[in-house]
């Protein structure tokens, strides 16, 4: 029961705050810290990364007809040209980080999946939300809509997207949300794209992950597998829906404040109070 309720709670936590800015791996190493789960070290290893898929499911239901390239017409299948160049992007945009993660995975686990780095990470992107924020101000989005990403953009947005693949707490959405805004890309649209990039992304980290540890799990492991990932799409399924609400009348300089308090909570609670 226990492991069940944690998977639970990690469900919630990584279907908040995959979407949000915030750093879902950031979180959830830091939970492991508070609340960890009773299972074996590959165990868990493997379910912090497949609890994404269920996120990733929110996505894929939300926004069906713009991600499936297909539609059809008296049973015939037709290519539609717009999610096909929106795939297209994206693979641009997964290239970066895909290179980094499979060949040094391992090495930035090994160094930086820890609460320290995590919240220093959580405190310095941050602030670097506040300041683009201020600096948005004065500026109006070139780009408002999906089809007005370039291959250059998405270039630039996964190279963004790297900093997020080293570093746990820089958040893949908070890192790509920076680069889309830096470059002219209106907030709504930034946001909408990190949704998209994230299919592959996560996809992708949950396939390498399996095939690394393997797809061997006990009954007791596949419940609470389950729990976590069902909680983490019922979850997205809200928070996206809020998200891109919340951006069409706000900038994202709270989710700056909120990260910059969490890292100092954590380095005070890790320096000052466990010890």
């Not at 980080?97 to 609460?115: C, Q, S, T």
């Not at 996964?158 to 707490?169: E, N, W």
Request: proline content about 4%; hydrophobic content about 60%.
């Amino acid at each position: 029961m226990y492991n069940a309720i944690t998977a639970f709670l990690i469900g919630i936590i990584e279907g908040i705050t995959e979407w949000l800015p915030v750093s879902s791996t950031g979180h959830m190493i830091l939970f492991e810290e508070l609340m960890p789960l009773n299972m074996t070290d590959a165990f868990k290893e493997t379910f912090l990364v497949v609890v994404q898929l269920g996120a990733i499911l929110a996505v894929v239901l939300l926004y069906w007809k713009k991600l499936f390239p297909f539609s059809f017409k008296k049973g015939t299948p037709l290519l539609q040209p717009e999610s096909v160049s929106l795939w297209i992007k994206i693979f641009v945009s997964c290239i970066p980080a895909a290179i980094v993660g499979i060949l040094l995975d391992d090495v930035f686990e090994r160094l930086f999946y820890k609460p320290v780095p995590v919240a220093i990470a959580l405190i310095v992107v941050g602030a670097f939300f506040i300041i683009i924020e201020n600096y948005n101000k004065r500026r109006t989005p070139e780009k408002t809509t999906l089809l007005s990403i370039t291959l250059t953009d998405a270039a630039i947005i996964g190279l963004f997207q790297v900093i997020a693949a080293v570093f746990p707490g820089v958040s893949r959405s908070g890192a790509t949300i920076i680069g889309a805004i830096l470059i002219g890309i209106s907030r709504t649209v930034a946001a909408e794209y990190t949704f998209f990039l994230a299919v592959p992304v996560m996809a992708g980290a949950s396939l390498l992950k399996l095939l690394k540890i393997g797809f061997s799990f006990t009954s007791y492991e596949l419940i609470v597998l389950a729990v976590g990932l069902v909680t983490a799409f019922v979850v997205s399924l809200v928070v996206i829906k809020f998200l891109v609400g919340y951006v069409k009348k706000h900038d994202f300089k709270a989710f700056g404040v909120y990260r910059i308090i969490l890292g100092l909570a954590v380095i005070i609670l890790l320096e000052f109070i466990i010890k």
